[in-house]
């Protein structure tokens, strides 16, 4: 059975920083963790916004898809990060589908709770304010990108962004990286290679390791 979350676990999450613990105790009796299987949905776009969730292993793809079956990958999250905080303020319907991406657990945070503790603590409000403006922040620069860099700089920039901290190694498939760009996995194969020719990254089986993340970056900044 998956722990069950602690005042401790709560208080280090960015929404709760500076919250008494006191006023986290009821948000941690009223929280649950839950384990999804690769492939498994968390939610889908439209249905009710009952629950924050927070990411404890994992990973988590947040996507939109149209009737036909097109696909559009807005975000994928890792341990640590938070899902459907935008609910959790305006209360409305889920706005995309979130799906986990390898064997995933989460801590469910049941919304009601989370208002309360925004309601007597300004500076919780204030993180999830940040929090949304980081979103933000984020969805305008890939929409920039997206019109104004070529895909092998749009990988290049993927790439270096989602490099683990201390580490040349990419946490994410070939598949994800394909998803979150937008584009078929032949294209990216076909971008993916150009950067190995000039010996910035390299591909061993699933594994995506950067080799020269200083020329990695002068080639997106080009």
């Known amino acids: 059975m ?22 986290l105790e009821p948000v941690a009796s009223a929280t649950f963790a839950k384990r999804l299987a690769r492939g498994q949905l968390l939610f889908t776009a439209g249905e009710p916004s009952e629950h924050l969730f927070v990411i404890r292993t994992g ?18 999250l890792e341990v640590g990060d938070l899902l459907g905080e935008l609910s959790a303020i305006d ?5 995309a589908t979130a799906q986990a991406l390898r064997p995933t657990e989460v801590l469910a945070i049941p919304v009601a709770r989370v208002r309360e503790v925004l309601s007597a603590s ?7 304010a940040v929090e949304l403006a980081e979103n933000l922040r984020r969805l305008s620069g890939s929409t920039a990108d997206l019109v104004f860099l070529d895909l092998p700089r749009r990988l290049a920039k993927l ?4 490099g683990n901290a201390g580490r040349d190694d990419v946490a994410l ?19 993916l290679s150009g950067l190995q020719r000039r010996g910035w990254v390299t591909v061993r089986g ?9 020329a990695l970056q002068h080639f997106t900044d080009s």
């Open 206 to 214: 699933a594994e995506l390791h950067i080799q020269d993340p200083i």
């Open 2 to 23: 998956p722990a069950p979350a602690s005042v401790r676990e709560l208080a280090t999450l960015k929404i709760f920083a500076g919250v008494d613990e006191g006023v």
């Open 59 to 76: 990973a988590i793809k947040v996507f939109l898809d149209s009737d036909r079956g097109d696909e559009l990958v807005l975000t994928i």
């Open 159 to 162: 790439i270096l962004s989602r």
């Open 122 to 128: 300004p500076a919780a409000l204030f993180a999830v």
């Open 173 to 191: 498939t070939q598949s994800e990286l394909a998803a979150m760009l937008g584009v078929t996995r032949p294209s990216l194969n076909r971008a």
């Open 91 to 95: 209360g409305l319907p889920r706005s």
